[in-house]
């Protein structure tokens, strides 16, 4: 199966959006606020897996300052797990963020979402520290160094 990969610096339009926001309610059971959400982040990158021009996949962030990005939101449509395509998504976000001068990347996962953890400590992830969130979540901060030292 061919799948496209686009890169967008800033919330997508159409059917693209569409499909973000209909992929992330099947995920997360929510997506009301997540454009309202976009809008207030800096530098907001979103990649986004195509296959004949629907949405099977997406990675959203957005910078914290000129070193750091922080990978936010993403999921793959579970129909098309096992495939390669949060990988291929990692993967082009953090070549993005290595060519245009970010030091590292930080992320959020729960134990819940075990195949993005994996995914994530398979790739050069460290689990920096842990918290209980206010609804007695427990969440993992993870942090990745894309560079040794700052540009």
Known sequence: MDYEYILI???PKGVILEGI????????D?????????????HLMVNVALVDNKVVGYKIGYAIDRNT??????????????NGIALKLMEKQH??????GYRI?????MNKWRGMLI???KSGFTI???????KGEHKIILEKKLQDKIM
Do not use: A
Request: no cysteine; net charge positive; glycine share 6%.
């Open 21 to 28: 926001l209909h992929l992330h309610k099947s995920i997360f």
């Open 128 to 134: 920096i520290r842990t918290y209980i969130n206010k």
């Open 9 to 11: 610096h800033s919330i």
């Open 69 to 82: 990005f922080y990978s936010w939101l993403g999921g793959v449509d579970p129909h098309y797990r096992g």
């Open 95 to 100: 070549q993005y963020l290595k060519e245009n």
């Open 30 to 42: 929510e997506s009301d606020k997540l454009v309202e959400q976009m809008e207030s982040k800096s």
């Open 105 to 109: 990347v930080k992320t959020k996962s």
């Open 119 to 121: 995914l994530n400590l």
